[in-house]
C-alpha cells in the first residue's frame, strides 16, 4: 500500500477521505457518501450536466476537455444502449494517483460513474482499472457488492425507478489502451488499436451504443459537485480550470508523494515548498510537469499556475498531474532515450509515423548516448519528432515527439556534449535492453 | 450456464476461476468482451498461456485460436512461455531511473544470476524490466507478482527476495 503524504497547502476534496477506512460502505456513508447520488436522482439530466460544466471540471486524464460539455455529446435518443467507462488504465510514467483514489475511496468512483449514467441516461457502467494494480480489483470487487447490497446500484436505485448496473473490468498491461478508443476495443476483448474518430465515443463508442469515458479522478469529482456546487467547485481553481487536483510529485525531490493542490498552484512552490525541494543541494534542471508525453520546462520556466491553459500557453501541458523533477546530474540525453524506450515499447504499430518513428528515434537517441553520435542526428532527431506530430490514429505518437522536440530544443548543448566518441559527460551507464 | 460450461470443457482450473467466468460473461453483451481478463486470471493459475489454455479459452469464447494468440502478443502482462515462481518486475522508466531503477535492475541481475526475461535454474525467480508501474512518487518500485515493494536500495531488495525465498 503506497503511503500518504500532505502539506497545509492542500486543499483536500477528491483525497478528503484518504486513510478514513471509507472503503468500507458504512464509513463511506457516514463521511457523506451517495447524499450526491440521493440529490442527483431528484434533478433533471440536464440540470446536472449544467452542474458538472459550469464547475469548470475538466478531464483529468490529461487532455482536458471540459466534463459536463463532453457529456452533452451524448444523443438523448440512441437504439442502442448508452455506457459510462470510467479509464483507469493509469499508465502515463509519472502519474500514481488514481491508484490511491481505488485504494482509498472507491465509492466515490463509483457513486460518480451512476451520476454519470443518470446524466445521460445509461444504465451500465464499466470501471476499467489496469492489470498491474490487481489488489484494486479486490477492494473494488468488495465496494461494488456493497453498492448493490445498499441499493444504491442495481435495479431501481433507492427506489427511484432507475437501473444502473456497474461492472469493474481488469487489464492485462498497456499505455495505449488508456487512449480513449483504444480502451473501448480493449473492453471489447481485442488489441488496443485506436479507432478512427469521427464517430466519436459519444456518439459511436462501446458495442457500438453512445458512451461516455472519463478518467477515475474526474469521475470520483464529480460527487463533490453535485453536493458542494458548480460555483463552490469552479472558485477552488483559475478561470475555467474548476477544482483540485491530485499532483503526482515525483524525481528528485525531498518530499515525493500525491498532494491535492488547487487548479494553478505556482508549479514553482509546487517543487521547492511542497515537494521539498531538490535534494543533496543539487540545482533543478528541469520539470517533466504532466506526464512523460508533455514538453519539459526548464528550470527557468516554471515560475507558473499549474493549469490547463498556463502550461498550454508554456508551450507544454498539464497533463495527467505527473511530476516529475530532475536535478543537474541528469543527463538529458539519456532520459530522452528512456521516454523514447517506453514509447518504442508501447507502440502499437498500427500507424507508420509511430512504428517506424518511435523506433528510429530510439535507435538514435541510444547511438548517441553510447558516443557514437553525428552532429546532424540532432537534427534528425527534430525531423523525425516533427514528422510523427499529428500524422497518427491516437495521440501515442505525439506523445512520443513532444518531449523529444522539448529536450532537443532546449538541451540541445548536452547532444553536442556527446558527439562523435566522446564519453556521455554525467557517466552514466547505458539504458540495458 | 456453470453446468454448460464444466460438462464441455476438459481444462481444469479453479473452482473460483470458474465461477469468476461464469459471473463476468453476464456483465457483457458479447462473449469475447471476457477475453483480456480471463487470460489472465488462467495465466495466474497455469503459469504461462500453452497452447492448451489459449485453445480451451477459444473454444469457450467462440474465437480461434489465432484470435486470441493475437490479443496475447498485444498485452505485456500475458506471456506463452513460463516465467519464475515469482516474477521481478524492475521499473525503469523516468521517475525510477531518476532515483536508482536502473541500479536496483542490475542489481537483481547480479544476485539471481540471471539477464532480463530470464528465469533462475530452480524456476523460483525470473526477472523482468517493466514500463512504469504507478508508483512514480514511490520510486525506485519494483512488482513481485502483483505485490508492490517501494522505496527501495539495493539492501531492500535483497531483504524482498530473501523473504520470498523463505516462503518456500
Keep these: 500500500m503506497a503511503s500518504l503524504v500532505s502539506h497545509p497547502d492542500e486543499v483536500k476534496v477528491v483525497s478528503k477521505r484518504f486513510g478514513m477506512g471509507a472503503t ?15 440529490k442527483a436522482l431528484e434533478m433533471q439530466p440536464d440540470a446536472i450536466i449544467n452542474e458538472v460544466k459550469n464547475s469548470g471540471l475538466r478531464g483529468r486524464g490529461g487532455a482536458g476537455f471540459n466534463t459536463g460539455l463532453k457529456w452533452s455529446f451524448v444523443p438523448k435518443q440512441s437504439a442502442k444502449p448508452k455506457y459510462i467507462l470510467c479509464n483507469g488504465d493509469e499508465s502515463e510514467p509519472g502519474t500514481c494517483k488514481d491508484r490511491l ?11 460518480g460513474v451512476v451520476i454519470a449514467g443518470l446524466a445521460v441516461g445509461a444504465h451500465a457502467g464499466y470501471i476499467y482499472v489496469r492489470g498491474e494494480y490487481r489488489y484494486l480489483l479486490e477492494i473494488m470487487q468488495k465496494a461494488i457488492d456493497g453498492a448493490y447490497a445498499r441499493g444504491f446500484v442495481g435495479k431501481n436505485v433507492l427506489g427511484s425507478g432507475y437501473n444502473f448496473d456497474v461492472y469493474w473490468h481488469g487489464g492485462a498491461g498497456a499505455y495505449e489502451v488508456g487512449e480513449e478508443s483504444a480502451l473501448m476495443e480493449s473492453l471489447e476483448g481485442k488489441r488496443g488499436i485506436p479507432r478512427i474518430r469521427p464517430p466519436f465515443p459519444a456518439v459511436v463508442g462501446l458495442w457500438g451504443g453512445p458512451t461516455v469515458i472519463n478518467n477515475v479522478e474526474t ?7 453535485i453536493n458542494g456546487g458548480a460555483e463552490w467547485f469552479a472558485k477552488l481553481g483559475t478561470p475555467k480550470n474548476g477544482g483540485t487536483r491530485l499532483f503526482c510529485l515525483s524525481g528528485h525531490l525531498n518530499r515525493p508523494g500525491v498532494y491535492e493542490l488547487p487548479m494553478g498552484y505556482n508549479l514553482k512552490k509546487m517543487i521547492y515548498d511542497v515537494g521539498g525541494g531538490i535534494p543533496n543541494g543539487r540545482k533543478l534542471k528541469a520539470v517533466v510537469p504532466g506526464g512523460s508525453s508533455c514538453p519539459l520546462l526548464t ?10 491553459d498556463s502550461l498550454a500557453k508554456a508551450g507544454s501541458m498539464l497533463g495527467s498531474g505527473g511530476l516529475v523533477a530532475v536535478d543537474d546530474t541528469t543527463c538529458m540525453v539519456k532520459f530522452a532515450l528512456r521516454i523514447m524506450k517506453f514509447y518504442r515499447h508501447e507502440s502499437c504499430g498500427w500507424c507508420i509515423p509511430c512504428r517506424e518513428g518511435t523506433d528510429w528515434l530510439e535507435k538514435t537517441l541510444k547511438r548517441f548516448h553510447s558516443g ?3 552532429e546532424k542526428d540532432i537534427d534528425n532527431i527534430q525531423y523525425l519528432s516533427e514528422n510523427m506530430l499529428g500524422r497518427t490514429f491516437c495521440p501515442l505518437g505525439d506523445a512520443a515527439a513532444l518531449p523529444t522536440i522539448s529536450i532537443v530544443k532546449k538541451f540541445r548543448k548536452e547532444f553536442e556534449d556527446h558527439l562523435e566518441g566522446r564519453p556521455c559527460p554525467f557517466e552514466e551507464h547505458l539504458v540495458s535492453v | 450456464m456453470a453446468l454448460v460450461v464444466k460438462a464441455f470443457f476438459s481444462m481444469k482450473f479453479s473452482e473460483q476461476f470458474e465461477n469468476r467466468f461464469v459471473r463476468m460473461l453476464a456483465h457483457y453483451p458479447t462473449k469475447r468482451s471476457v477475453l483480456v481478463p480471463t487470460l489472465l486470471y488462467a495465466q495466474d493459475e497455469t503459469g504461462y498461456l500453452s497452447p492448451e489454455v489459449i485453445h480451451e479459452i477459444a473454444e469457450r469464447l467462440e474465437l480461434t485460436d489465432l484470435e486470441v494468440e493475437n ?9 506463452k512461455t513460463p516465467r519464475g515462481k515469482y516474477n521481478v518486475q524492475v521499473c525503469t522508466n523516468i521517475a525510477c531511473l531518476v532515483r536508482g531503477g536502473e541500479e536496483l535492475l542490475d542489481h537483481c541481475k547480479h544476485k539471481l544470476g540471471i539477464r532480463n526475461k530470464g528465469t533462475t535454474a530452480d524456476g523460483m525467480f525470473s526477472l523482468e524490466e517493466v514500463e512504469c508501474i504507478g508508483a512514480c512518487s514511490w520510486a525506485p518500485a519494483v512488482q513481485v507478482n502483483y505485490d508492490f515493494h ?16 523463505a516462503k518456500n
Design chain 2, 150 to 165: 517501494e522505496n527501495l536500495t539495493t539492501e531492500r531488495m535483497d531483504e524482498v527476495l530473501d523473504e520470498y525465498r
Design chain 1, 101 to 111: 483514489i481505488f485504494e482509498h475511496d472507491p465509492h466515490a468512483v463509483i457513486e
Design chain 2, 71 to 79: 490479443v496475447i502478443s498485444y498485452y505485456s502482462m500475458l506471456t
Design chain 1, 219 to 225: 469521475l470520483a469529482s464529480v460527487p463533490h459537485i
Design chain 1, 24 to 38: 468500507n460502505i458504512d464509513r463511506y456513508c457516514e463521511l457523506d457518501g451517495y447524499t450526491a447520488l440521493q
Design chain 1, 372 to 374: 557514437g553520435g553525428i
Design chain 1, 299 to 308: 528550470a527557468d520556466e516554471i515560475d507558473l499556475p499549474m493549469d490547463f
